[in-house]
């Protein structure tokens, strides 16, 4: 086991700071302060303090003593708001942390973006290229030259064959396949066990086998 010396912030505490927890440490990093915008949330983590929203940071931000990274750890399809709470943590001299779990493979020729997390199992493939505060989450799998911008997140299982492309804070649901050299455009979500064989557009839902849109469905069974 690494010796923890650095510090970690983490911002968002519930169940992915438990993640994040569990293998920092094997990284060099000691948790020393959780921070999330709901009031109702307490410290997952023993011995580890909580503060609420941007009045609590920046208290904490007065107060702190020497450098500290930090990690968002806000999943699920939320992808603008990681992407903003880095912005505002590194505006606060902050920096951003890129972590890697130890079981995860990740090949020499792969680039990955600050702020990204690629976790347990997880598998980033021969000259893949991920942005800015990606999430590769457990067991989930982006293989050669596949190419994910800022903000996106591939929920556990996911596979992304060979040459896909995924633009800014799309999020591609649990058990997902996408086929080689498929697209999702930016702020697409894809639905979870979804098989997708054809380009996905900006903002659209897709979902079942084969991936079709799901946002017409959606509309007629909200009465719209």
Known sequence: MISATKSLVVWGA??????????????????TALFDNDPNVVSPLAAVPLHH????????????EGPADFV?????SRNADRLDLMRMLEDAA???????HPTAFVASSAQIGVGSQILAHA??????????GCIINTGASVDHECELADGVHIAPGAILCGCVRVGTCAFIGAGAVLIP????????????????????????????VPAKSMDAARKSGSGQ
């Open 72 to 76: 968002v750890a806000v999943g699920g």
């Open 94 to 100: 902050l920096t951003a942390a890129t972590l890697i």
């Open 14 to 31: 519930t169940g992915h700071a438990k993640v994040i927890a569990e293998f920092a440490p094997a990284l060099g990093y000691r948790i």
């Open 123 to 132: 598998n980033v493939c021969a000259d893949a290229v991920l942005g800015r």
């Open 53 to 64: 929203g941007r009045a609590g940071f920046d208290r904490w931000r007065a107060s702190a």
């Open 181 to 208: 050299r498929i697209s999702v455009a930016r702020d697409a979500v894809v639905a979870a066990g979804a098989v997708v064989t054809k380009d996905v557009l900006a903002g659209q839902t897709v979902g079942g």
